[in-house]
């Protein structure tokens, strides 16, 4: 089954500083990587997603995304961040046959001015 | 209001009663998960569905029971709450295979005492 493991629980960072949240799959098969991010009391939203193609995946709000197979890993930037991306950060995988994606813990950003 | 809808928001119950949490979205998606996010887990995926009557087991199964007589509607039944059933239980939905995004209900804070 496919996993990914998120390298730090919790990220502090200064306003307008870049931010990298690291994240790492295992899989021995092609997969599906996304990133969601998780507001304060809400759901969940799509960040962006990795399927096929480019490398860089570019999503919302400024987020980019880098998926690399040699590495495993499918790290998440921003070069400046807002007090507004303060939120919980979830790496998720699928492999291509399957229906459900499979979280990570979770990364907490926390953006200070 | 289109989207996905979870009830209640919160809810307060006793070890040893039944408890149903429910789901509806207005967009006719065929697929809908169940998730529980406690700290330090993330999300772990309960129970889904491809479909109206066809559902299956997740990660953590154990202690619920689903059912998806109607495409829109995906209640979860806690059969005889535990303390260790505390948690945030997330609705999702999705219109077609993995590469589409999860849309996120607003969740269910459930306490068990």
């Known amino acids: 089954a496919q996993s990914v493991t998120q390298l730090d629980s919790q990220v502090p960072v200064f306003e307008e500083a870049p931010v990298e949240l690291r994240c790492n799959y295992s899989s021995s098969v092609s997969v599906y990587l996304f990133w969601y991010v998780q507001y304060p009391n809400q759901g969940l939203q799509l960040l962006l997603k990795y399927l096929s193609g480019s490398t860089l995946v570019k999503g919302i709000n400024g987020f980019e995304a880098e998926f690399n197979k040699s590495q495993t890993s499918f790290h998440l930037r921003k070069p400046s961040v807002h007090i507004s991306d303060t939120a919980e950060y979830f790496c998720?995988?699928?492999?291509?046959?399957?229906?459900?994606?499979?979280f990570g813990k979770g990364t907490s950003l926390l953006v200070t001015p | 209001d289109a989207g996905i809808t979870q009830s209640p928001r919160y809810k307060i119950t006793e070890t040893g009663r039944q408890v149903t949490l429910m789901c509806h979205q207005t967009w006719s998606h065929s697929y809908m998960f169940w998730y529980r996010q406690d700290l330090g887990h993330g999300l772990r995926l309960i129970y889904y569905s491809a479909a109206a009557d066809i559902t299956d087991k997740g990660e953590v199964p154990d202690g619920y029971v689903v059912s998806r007589s109607k495409t829109e509607n995906f209640p979860l039944t806690l059969e005889s709450a535990t303390r260790s059933q505390t948690s945030v239980y997330f609705c999702a939905s999705r219109s077609g295979g993995l590469r589409e995004k999860l849309f996120f209900g607003s969740g269910t804070q459930l306490s068990v005492l």
């Open positions: 998720a995988v699928s492999d291509l046959s399957g229906y459900a994606l499979n």
